[in-house]
C-alpha cells in the first residue's frame, strides 16, 4: 500500500509561483509513475503533469512552459513549480501514482493511489 501527501498549496497573487510537493509512503518504491491532477470548483478533475522514474514528464498541452514537474526519488517526493499563476489555475490539486507505467499518462484510471488534495487559490 502506498500513501500520498500533498503540500504547499495555499493563496497566491496572479502572476506569482507556489511548489506543490508530494510524499509518498509505504512501497513507494512501487510508484513508476507520479502524476498531478487539479479539479477547479464546478468542473472535473483535469490532468496536469506526469513523470516516470526515469524523470520522463508529460505535460497538459495548455500548461506547457508555466508548469514544472519533477521528483526525488531517493526521498520519494514528487514536485510541481508552477510559475505565471493565473485566476484559472485556482483548484484542488491532487497528486497520483501509478505501479505502472502507459504512455500518455492522462488518464485517471492509470494511477492506482491518490493524495487527499490541497487547495491552490489564485487571486486577480
Known amino acids: 500500500q502506498v500513501q500520498l501527501v500533498e503540500s504547499g498549496g495555499g493563496l497566491v497573487q496572479a502572476g506569482g509561483s507556489l511548489t506543490l510537493s508530494c510524499v509518498a509512503s509505504?512501497?513507494?518504491?512501487?510508484?513508476?509513475?507520479l502524476g498531478w491532477f487539479r479539479q477547479a470548483p464546478g468542473k472535473e478533475r483535469e490532468f496536469v503533469a506526469a513523470i516516470t522514474r526515469g524523470r520522463t514528464t508529460y505535460y497538459a498541452n495548455s500548461l506547457k512552459g508555466r508548469f514544472t514537474i519533477s521528483r526525488d526519488n531517493a526521498k520519494n517526493t514528487v514536485f510541481l513549480q508552477m510559475n505565471s499563476l493565473k485566476p484559472e489555475d485556482t483548484a484542488v490539486y491532487y497528486c497520483a501514482g501509478a505501479g505502472s507505467t502507459s504512455w500518455p499518462p492522462h488518464q485517471e484510471h492509470e494511477y492506482d493511489y491518490w493524495g487527499q488534495g490541497t487547495q491552490v487559490t489564485v487571486s486577480s
Open positions: 509505504g512501497r513507494a518504491s512501487d510508484l513508476l509513475l
